[in-house]
């Protein structure tokens, strides 16, 4: 119950956001809207904890930040290897062992490693990622697990059982 | 001014993605190359949009987003499954 | 004083966005196969795509454009990492393998 309140709040104030139209006809049919869409959410009952995760919220900005100069350098080094070519190429393709404890915490480090230009995560399984790169020096930089002991900062203390 | 640059700039980028797609050569070269079709079409929308005194195409531009990840996500389950219904359940885990 | 700061900034922030893409644009010919050719093109989705959203975001004239910006901008964050992941398991699940350091020059 709580969740569905969670992600019928997200929905209202999203749709508010968007529309910039408040008369009562459109609202009632963003109401509407609203209503069907958390009505298919439930009977496919994906409304669980990870659909509104806000137990997170307050330590994600710090991490976004921290991520956002990780692609930048990242950035810079993937430009650097495409203009000089094959040269500058050395693909690895490896597993990383990891250790996040919970589902959410493993999907947002996976997704990190994609979005950090030069690193692509390909399968989670049995806690390893395993992992696609441009070279293999940034696997390195992976396994020292910097990337992997922030997420895991970010998971509530309670949760981490 | 700088929007021209940059409108001009995507369009370089789409002509490119376009030969890659044309080229493959496997097909998941062509499904990349389209997505990042997609990515650079939200782009464009967007910038037009500033170009032209039109901001209001922005919200074209964020339903593409939206359907061009679902696109590629469908042509790639399509693509391994044979049908679009099937329903993954491996990835399941006990420890969770 | 500070609007020309501004706009200077959205100018850079468009310019070095673009001259992103048409290098991972470069990158789609540049790099030998499938897997490598995946990192050049996320390498637009998670900065190009911000960079020009951005650069756009502080010329936005009011804020129901800019809302719309930084929602595009977080699908965009969402969304391409998953595709990209999405691609990449498809093609290795097919049996595409992929280009490992030693092997290069054949490819």
Known sequence: ?161 | MMFAAAMLAILITMALTLARAVLGPTVYDRIMAVNLFGTKTVLFIAVVGFLFGRPEFLDIALVYALINFIGTVAVLKLMHYGELGWVDTSWERDDL | MLPQILDGLSWALLLVGSGFTIISGIGLFRMPEFFTRTHAAGMTDSMAAIMILGGLLLQAPDWMVAVRLIAIAAFLALTSPTASHALAQAALADGLKPLLGGQQGKG
């Not at chain 1, 910039?20 to 994906?46: E, N, P, Q």
């Not at chain 1, 930089?141 to 309670?158: F, H």
Request: no cysteine; net charge positive.
């Open chain 1, 1 to 161: 119950m709580k969740s569905t309140l969670g992600l019928t709040t997200t929905l209202v104030i999203f749709w508010l956001l968007l529309s910039g139209h408040y008369t009562g006809l459109i609202l009632s049919l963003g109401a509407l809207s609203i209503a069907l869409v958390v009505w298919i959410a439930r009977r496919m009952d994906v409304v669980d904890h990870e659909v509104a995760p806000v137990h997170f919220t307050p330590k994600l900005i710090g991490y976004w930040l921290w991520l956002a100069g990780e692609i930048i350098k990242s950035t810079f080094d993937v430009t650097r290897r495409v203009l000089r070519g094959r040269g500058a190429l050395h693909p690895a393709y490896e597993d990383v062992p990891i250790d996040q404890g919970t589902a959410m915490s493993e999907t947002i480090l996976a997704n990190s490693i994609t979005l950090t230009p030069g690193t692509l995560s390909v399968d989670v399984r049995n806690d390893v990622i395993r992992v696609h790169t441009v070279h293999k020096d940034l696997l390195v930089s992976l396994r020292e697990g910097g990337m992997a002991r922030r997420v895991k900062a970010l998971e509530p203390k309670a949760k981490q059982s």
